[in-house]
């Protein structure tokens, strides 16, 4: 029972999660993509689901909509289970897949009636869903324009309305902003990021900025496992015993260097002076946590260098997958 | 109902492409330009439909595999398979709608050679039950070529390939039954390959006898192929 004033987090998390998926693997002959993943989606949450190119996300997905079929292991999407049930499953999904593909010959009108009655929708449904798609997406324009005439982005916003179509539980967005340009690319974030306010989405992406705006939490895949799964700022801070360091200080940059060994951080790079003068030195630093943060001030004061800027940095995913891909050349 | 509305799609998406104008305009064209320019109906000086039927296998050889060549390699090349897989339909209704999708094309064509029999009857008085039953057996011929050219389809991501490989076995099911004339085939063997081709059983309903066997042959060969083409697409999951 929950309390009275419980909040909607709590609330999300007192349903069942919309998506279980338990010991999923997946092999291409001999290849195992897949090695053993579990995660959960609850209600309303956006997870972003990352890795590098070759992690496995794109196969999980697919398993996820009844593309492809597991090797073992269980997915659940809104209480049934895939493999048993695999067309009541694709009912709760709106999917956009990797590439979007589409028919470009057809209108993008007749694709999205084609698209709706093949979601059961029938007689007048059919064309509410279809206007409330097109109106959620702004596809008015091109609404009677061949797909193959419209540009990269209407495609993408097509690609999304059929996905929306049937009001699904979950929506599933591999790589959606995949050959847009930086405008559209802002365009379908935000439009993402309304549809996140509805709904249950899993959203896949390398390009790791995009992960950062839209998800509030994040599934980690590296060689078909699962290397991390929180929330993201969980993810970037959860190595604490080295944290990133922006230093700015008043002397030459062979003194900011002797700081820095002195206060033993690591010197990653010279940064450009973040202020006007001719006297200044920055640089990224490694530290060892707050203690590492508290010696550079120590150490600096102590040689007389005025400190201009000590800002701890978050970690970007960027340094994960670094990171990822320096243990697997060791 | 699921079917139905997957066949309406195929149906109309030939006509977004120029494949499906080239094969409506073509297969009437090659059936009357052989009957009546290089065919013998005006040395025979009879009202009959008899050569115009027997051409039929030949032409399917080429025109079934065009007609069904994109159906899955085109899918499957542009990725809008994984689309049509996502959506909640059965594999069974997929292959279905696919395949009636492709013979509705092949019934409008034969609907537009129809001016043929118009014409003979024109010139002629021409028995109309043998036309029929021609018509008829070319649509039950039809529909066992395109489901071989179907199944090809969903075997390759190109269509060019679906197509050759499409017209190569068609054109073996068409020839088999001249193999089991060889002397040294021995006679099971033979049976087996005069029961197998196309032209034996097509032969026979243009004769006008509608043989119940003949029919079945039509209809097995056409299950036996969109069977074999849901079994493509399933192993595919499990690839």
């Keep these: 029972m929950l309390p009275k004033h419980a909040g909607v987090a709590e609330v999300a ?4 999660p919309v998506v279980r998926v338990a010991g999923l693997k997946k092999s291409y002959g001999k290849v195992e993509a897949l090695r053993g993943i579990d995660f959960e989606v609850n209600q309303g949450s956006v997870l972003g ?25 269980r997915v659940e999407v809104c209480g049934v289970d ?30 999205l009636h084609f698209a709706a009655r093949a979601f059961f929708l029938t ?52 790589e959606p902003t995949n050959g847009l340009d930086p405008l559209q690319v802002v365009e379908m974030r935000a439009l993402i990021r309304e549809l996140g306010r509805q709904k249950t989405i899993i959203i896949t992406s390398h390009v790791l900025p995009e992960i950062e705006a839209l998800a509030d939490r994040v599934v980690l895949l590296h060689e078909g496992r699962k290397v991390a799964d929180g929330p993201l700022g969980g993810i970037l801070g959860q190595d604490l015993a080295h944290c990133l360091v922006r230093v700015c200080l008043r002397c030459k940059p ?27 030195a920055a640089a990224t630093l490694e530290v060892a946590g707050a203690d590492g943060l508290s010696r550079i001030a120590t150490v600096a004061a102590q040689a007389g260098y005025p400190l201009l800027e000590l800002a701890p940095q978050t970690r970007s995913l960027e340094y994960l997958f670094q990171n990822l891909k320096q243990g697997e050349e060791k | 109902m699921r079917v139905w509305l997957l066949a309406k799609r195929e149906f ?75 959506y909640p339909f059965h594999l069974r209704q997929l ?82 039954g001249l193999a089991a004339t060889a002397a040294s085939m021995p006679p099971t063997l033979g049976q087996l390959f005069l029961a197998l081709d196309f032209g034996n059983h097509f032969q ?36």
Excluded at chain 1, 254 to 280: C, H, K, M, S, Y
Excluded at chain 2, 126 to 137: A, I, K
Excluded at chain 2, 207 to 227: E, S
């Design chain 1, 49 to 73: 689901f990352l890795g590098p190119n070759g992690a496995g996300k794109t196969t999980a997905i697919k398993i996820l909509t009844g593309y492809l079929a597991a090797s073992a292991g």
């Design chain 1, 123 to 174: 007689g007048r449904q059919v064309q509410q869903v279809v206007d409330r798609a097109v109106c959620c997406t702004g596809l008015e324009e091109v609404y009677r324009r061949p797909i193959g005439h419209c540009s990269k982005g209407f495609r993408q916003r097509v690609g999304l309305a059929q996905a929306l179509l049937h009001d699904p539980q979950l929506l599933i967005l591999d």
């Design chain 2, 95 to 176: 292959v279905l709608g696919k395949f009636f999708g492709a013979w509705a094309i092949l019934a409008l064509a034969l609907v537009f050679s129809l001016a043929v029999p118009f014409t003979v009857d024109a010139l002629g008085d021409l028995d109309w039950g043998p036309v029929g039953g021609g018509y008829l057996s070319v649509l039950l011929l039809g529909g066992a070529s395109l489901a071989v050219g179907l199944f090809l389809s969903s075997c390759t991501d190109n269509q060019i390939v679906a197509w050759l490989l499409g017209a190569t076995v068609l054109l073996a099911f068409n020839l088999v």
């Design chain 1, 82 to 111: 895939v493999a048993e049930e695999p067309l009541e499953v694709k009912r709760h999904i709106g999917y956009l897949a990797e590439n979007n593909p589409l028919y470009l010959d057809m209108r993008v009108a007749d694709f």
């Design chain 1, 13 to 16: 998390a007192a349903q069942p």
């Design chain 1, 254 to 280: 062979e003194q900011l260097r002797t700081v820095a060994e002195e206060a033993n951080a690591v010197w990653l790079e010279e940064r450009p002076q973040p202020f006007a003068g001719d006297d200044l």
């Design chain 2, 204 to 239: 026979a309903m243009t004769r006008g006898v509608i043989d119940i066997g003949n029919i079945m042959f039509y209809l097995g060969v056409t299950a036996f192929f969109l069977v074999a083409n849901g079994v493509v697409l399933e192993r595919r999951r499990w690839s």
């Design chain 2, 12 to 86: 109309f998406a030939t006509f977004d492409a120029p494949t499906g104008y080239v094969v409506l305009a073509l297969f009437p064209a090659l059936a009357a330009t052989l009957f009546f320019l290089t065919g013998p109906f005006f040395a025979l000086n009879e009202a009959s439909l008899r050569p115009f039927f027997a051409t039929m296998p030949w032409l399917l050889v080429l025109l079934a595999p065009a007609i069904t060549m994109s159906l899955w390699a085109e899918e499957k090349r542009s990725g809008t398979e994984e689309l049509l897989l996502t």
